[in-house]
């Protein structure tokens, strides 16, 4: 059970405290996770309920493997992986495929939101969800 937690703390590595509820994340690699609040765990619980300011609302769940999380996107009700090095790649298992996550070309350190533009890796396609 130890190793489950630190799995899960491992992907929120490096967080910074905004406020008594928000979050920011930017990894080693200098990809932003961005702004976030747990709304139910944290980064040290192996399944965690989050809002993300630009993905919405995320049911985060320890991976295999220390810092590889599946997060259950409630918007679109995708399961997706991921983890610190690929982000803001995706593996999508309802596309079965690597989707990327556009960031936001006029708010540094955040994504594309209303609507969230995303590229299919295997068919080269552009889409929202």
């Known amino acids: 059970m130890k190793s489950a937690v630190v799995e899960a703390d491992a992907f929120f590595n ?3 405290t905004v406020s008594p509820v928000l979050n920011y994340l930017q990894f080693q690699n200098g990809n932003p996770f ?31 493997t220390p810092g590889s ?21 995706l593996y999508d ?5 690597w989707i990327y996550y556009f960031p936001n070309p006029q708010g540094p350190g955040h994504y594309a939101v209303n609507p969230r533009y995303f590229a299919n890796m295997t068919t080269d396609t552009i889409f929202t969800m």
Do not use: C, I, R
């Not at 298992?93 to 495929?97: E, G, H, M, R, V």
């Open 69 to 89: 999380p599946y997060m259950y996107d409630v918007a679109s009700g995708h399961w997706w992986y991921t983890s610190s090095s690929p982000f803001p790649n």
């Open 34 to 64: 961005g702004y976030h609040a747990f709304l139910q765990g944290s980064a040290s619980t192996t399944n965690a309920y989050l809002y993300h300011a630009d993905l919405g609302y995320e049911n985060v769940q320890a991976g295999s």
């Open 93 to 97: 298992f309802t596309l079965n495929s």
């Open 14 to 16: 490096g967080e910074q």
